[in-house]
């Protein structure tokens, strides 16, 4: 059933949810987690949910050529409740993409108390406001520096989580804590 489709998955990974496509930077993000395991020692896996988008091919190239392809989840698409449940045990939300509408899910990973890594576009410093550690979307060197330092760093960690809590009283919208609720009690 849905229930089991991450039973096996252990807390404590990189997540990030939306559509599998070359404007998320898909690629940079696993570039980030290759230099995090590399250079830093990471134990964690990347989950990546969401449907396959335009240039998908390329991606999926490059995670199949990846030496730490194993250590990459792809579960496809996520119902919001699956969903919730994956911001539940994520231990960083890493959204640097190199463009943005709105960025839903950087606040339903904050409300969740997730740190969110995003990138230094205009429409995602308005969503944030300095809640978030802010990237260069094409150096995945310093998004691995910055995200290793969330996992290390237990004050500035807490010091970003804080702030994300903080940055999701601004706004009205369906958050994810009421569907975990849901679920528990349903």
Not at 26 to 47: A, N, Q
Request: proline share 4%; hydrophobic share 40%; with cysteine.
């Amino acid at each position: 059933s849905d229930n089991d489709k991450f039973k096996d998955l252990q807390a404590g990974y990189l997540l990030f949810v939306g559509r599998l496509e070359e404007r998320k930077n898909i690629i940079g993000i696993i570039k980030t987690f290759e230099l995090l395991k590399e250079k830093h020692g990471l134990p964690h896996k990347l989950v990546l949910a969401g449907k396959p988008g335009h240039g998908y091919e390329e991606i999926f190239r490059y995670i199949s050529d990846s030496v730490y392809r194993s250590d990459i989840i792809l579960p496809g698409f996520v119902s919001n409740e699956e969903k919730c449940k994956l911001f539940g045990k994520a231990d960083v939300f890493m959204f640097p993409t190199f463009y943005e509408g709105f960025g839903l899910p950087i606040l339903e990973a904050q409300s969740m108390g997730v740190p969110v890594v995003v990138s230094n576009i205009s429409s995602v410093e308005e969503v944030t406001e300095g809640s978030a550690v802010i990237v260069d979307p094409n150096e995945p060197d310093f998004i691995a520096e910055r995200t290793n330092a969330l996992l290390k760093d237990r004050l500035y960690r807490d010091s970003v989580i804080k702030k994300g809590y903080e940055n999701v009283k601004r706004f009205s919208w369906e958050k994810c804590a009421a569907s975990i609720a849901n679920l528990l009690t349903g």
